[in-house]
């Protein structure tokens, strides 16, 4: 039996990946731009077993059934078609972040999965080559394989679709876990209904190629406050264009809101905050490392807080493949 072990964290966008120009190459519309934090790792053993007639998969200690174990299976047959190999496989994959609350809990885990399988099954790939893996089981989990900053190219084919390593300015996430309860309809699932339904997705795709433009040369000057004012449009764009949809979707609650007011007055007393929401009630806040005990300060009667930096890539565990 050939076993292996990866370890893998959530990352949140800077400028935010929605829609998808192909859903079977999970090919996505535009380009986006995170960040890997030092926070909620996950961690998946994938177990070659000749004995299963079909995958099995653990989560946090539960058999998974359905969705999540559909989208395993499928992830694997991407890998086993790779590797020329048909045996199944028992995965057992433990996370650290609250599942499915908006809080990337898909990107780390379908990194992990991408490592952990990719060992298991003998494939020797290299960084890029488990970037575009990775992006097969969830398209922001592309970003998590690598360390800190990274920037994911949309491409217009399979090879050209990858995340790699960019410099950018020191940033500390300031998290508000708002709800970690999990979310009404799944970011797949909604991005589908915003590409068939929204009058708003082409400005969006538009606008958020010059935003990741923008934001880059943010990074590439150290521009924290460039970069901030960045990725709070973006991200209150993409809830916007969200909420566009029919029926509509609304992710952000009355507690998130009151977390935006908390930044704007943050800024206006002069400390360089600025917010970012991916699908769920959850508010991140991007500001200076200097400026994040001020940040969390400022929100502790609001939400749980977790103050994050940037975090390692993806990691194999040495010595696990038997
Ligand atoms: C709002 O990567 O979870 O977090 O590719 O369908 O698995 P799939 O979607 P997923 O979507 C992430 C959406 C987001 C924005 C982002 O992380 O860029």
Redesign the pocket.
Known sequence: MTVATAVAHP???L????G?RD?DL?L?ATG?L?MTLDVFPTRTTVALDPALDGDAFTLDGRAATGIPLD?VTRFLDVVRALAGVETRARVTSAGTVPEAA?L?S??AG?AALAGAASAAYGLDLDERALTRLA?R?????S?SVIPGFAV?HAGDTDEESFAESVDAPALAMVIAIVDAGEKPV???AA??RTVLTSPFYPAWVTSTDESLRSALAACRDGDVDRLGRIAETNALR?HALIQSCDPPIRYLAPTSLAVLDRVEALRARGVGAYAT????PNVVVVCRPADAAEVRDALADLAEIVVAHPGPGLRIEPGAVA
């Open positions: 990352n949140i966008a400028v935010k990946y929605w998808k859903a999970n996505p986006s995170s989208r908006g990337a898909s990107a379908f992006r089981g969830s398209g922001s989990a970003r994911w799944s970011s797949r991005m589908r993409m929401a991916d699908a769920g």
